[in-house]
């Protein structure tokens, strides 16, 4: 029987066993339990293709996440930013209130058609 290598990479899967990761991971994990300000939060991980950065990150929103964090992962492409709301809106959605805006309240089909819409404040 042949076994399976538990660290074949798959793009920003967590593997089976994140080998060599410990302390970054603790370390990270201590900060998002803290109610301080943590210098931990502010990391940059950098190494060739394969190094398992992005499965770290995906582990780490993992980790962050069940501790109330909200994570947003995005790719590094034009629109960014905007995914990064996106993103942390539909996360947060329960922390948010609700836009006000305009909603659909009645249609009707007359000679010409009408719409009508309400303005929630």
């Known amino acids: 029987m042949e076994l399976e290598n538990p660290f074949t990479p798959s793009f920003s899967e967590i593997p089976a066993h994140m080998t060599g990761r410990r ?46 964090w909200i994570a947003a992962s995005v790719t590094a492409l034009p629109g960014m930013l905007a995914d990064i709301e996106i993103g942390a809106r539909r996360v947060a959605r329960h922390l948010l209130p609700e836009r006000e805006g305009r909603h659909v309240s009645g249609i009707g089909i007359a000679l010409v058609g009408s719409v009508r819409f309400t303005r929630e404040e």
Request: proline fraction near 2%.
């Open 23 to 68: 302390d970054i991971v603790a370390s990270l994990e201590r900060a998002f339990r803290s109610e301080r300000r943590r210098p931990g939060l502010t990391t940059l991980f950098c190494g060739a293709k394969g190094m398992g950065k992005t499965s770290l990150m995906t582990l780490l929103a993992h980790k962050a996440e069940a501790l109330g």
